[in-house]
């Protein structure tokens, strides 16, 4: 007896809106979320402004829309209705901001569009900004446990409308930390926090671990406007020669980096989800944090922290790391086990295909 095929799921169209910088910050997440996304009949079109970094975009088949952002001489509700316009002629079923800074222009796009909408939270103070500027989006997608308690006590919307979607990295799956014993140690500092004090604290911690003459070289990326001031530091630890300073990377370059470290320092907290952080940990480099509240720093058992600020504290858990290699890579793999269970790009992609797809039809569609 033959029987009806079944239908399959309806192609969904999304309309991701980013920043200038978004994938140049969130790319090793975004892109395999774009990818996957495509396996599950649903269509990415990626809205940014003109000139923002799109190396990450994985073009095609995901399709590119430029805007000129508002400014002296184009108002935000030019730049909102030139395009509602172009993605009313798309057929964009859902809008999906992918930070919270594009909150506001995707909340105007969903009103103008009739079409529901998306928000993606990665930042610990979300929720005041979607407070402050009284925006309703139809589902918040929390980056972390942390990041969606804030959300529900601050935004008292029902529990439904707050989800929580780890960011998804793909990883190496076995640690790469004090794998060569003739190998000098290798250090990562993360240079991008803006703090001058907490920099310099990873660089004395450093220079004292040169100092008991524990063999190490270290690398600091992305020091920016304190770098001039933190080379004199060296010269004045008498490190220069140890030390090195790396102008930032690509986002794509990260995994390479990290792989080549054996430990990776975050010298304070951000001010969202640290996604090198957790590149780190995917690659099986053990991870040395200031405390912070990301839900994947756990210590003592993926991460060690330590005071921010506090130089011998630093120092002892960094000399640790350098001389207990088995407990490091202990560390290290515990972390890579974390980050598989965790943060798997295809639980990513099925828990945000389901979102979209729960999403009231808009009307007409």
């Known amino acids: 007896m033959l029987t009806e095929p079944q239908a399959g799921p309806a192609r969904l169209r999304i ?25 599950e009949m649903v269509d990415v079109t990626v809205i940014t402004p003109t000139g923002a970094d799109i190396r990450e975009v994985p073009t095609p088949p995901v399709e590119l829309v430029n805007y000129s952002p508002a400014g002296w001489l184009r108002s935000a509700r030019t730049t909102a209705a030139a395009l509602a316009e172009e993605l009313t002629k798309r057929r964009i079923d859902v809008l999906h901001g992918l930070d919270i800074r594009q909150a506001e222009l995707t909340c105007e796009l969903a009103r103008l569009c009739s079409v529901p909408h998306v928000i993606s939270c990665q930042t610990f103070n ?27 006590e601050h935004l008292h919307l029902p529990g439904d409308q707050i989800q929580l979607v780890r960011p ?31 920099l ?15 063999d190490c070289v270290c690398f600091l990326i992305g020091a920016g406007r304190w770098e001039k001031r933190l080379r004199r530091l060296g010269e004045t630890l008498a490190i220069q020669q140890d030390l090195t300073y790396v102008d930032p990377p690509t986002i794509s370059q990260m995994p390479g980096i990290m ?20 590149m780190a940990m995917a690659a099986g480099t ?5 405390d912070a509240p990301e839900d994947f720093f756990i210590d003592g058992y993926t991460v060690r922290l330590f005071a921010k600020g506090d130089v011998l504290d630093l120092t002892e858990k960094l000399a640790g790391l350098l001389t207990d290699h088995v407990c490091t890579r202990q560390l290290a793999q515990q972390a890579v ?29």
């Open 126 to 152: 979300g929720a005041g900004r979607l407070r402050r500027r009284d925006l309703h989006p139809d589902v918040v997608l929390a980056s972390g446990d942390i990041i969606a308690a804030e959300l529900r």
């Open 168 to 198: 998804g990295v793909h990883q190496d799956g076995q640690v790469t930390c004090f794998t060569d014993s003739s190998r000098i140690a290798s250090i990562v500092i993360d240079g991008r926090c803006g703090s001058f004090a907490a």
């Open 259 to 278: 792989s080549g470290a054996d430990i990776y320092v975050v010298p304070t907290a951000t001010s969202e989800v640290n996604i090198w952080a957790l």
């Open 15 to 39: 309309g991701w809106i980013a920043g200038s910088d978004t994938f140049a910050n969130m790319g090793r997440t975004l892109k395999p979320l774009a990818i996957g996304l495509m396996g």
């Open 337 to 365: 086990e974390h980050v598989r269970m965790h943060h798997s790009p295809a639980e990513m992609v099925n828990a945000i295909t389901g979102t979209y797809r729960k999403l009231p039809t808009p009307v007409g569609a």
């Open 286 to 290: 053990a991870v040395l944090a200031a």
């Open 200 to 214: 310099e604290t990873a660089i004395r911690a450093f220079a004292v671990a040169r100092q008991r003459q524990l």
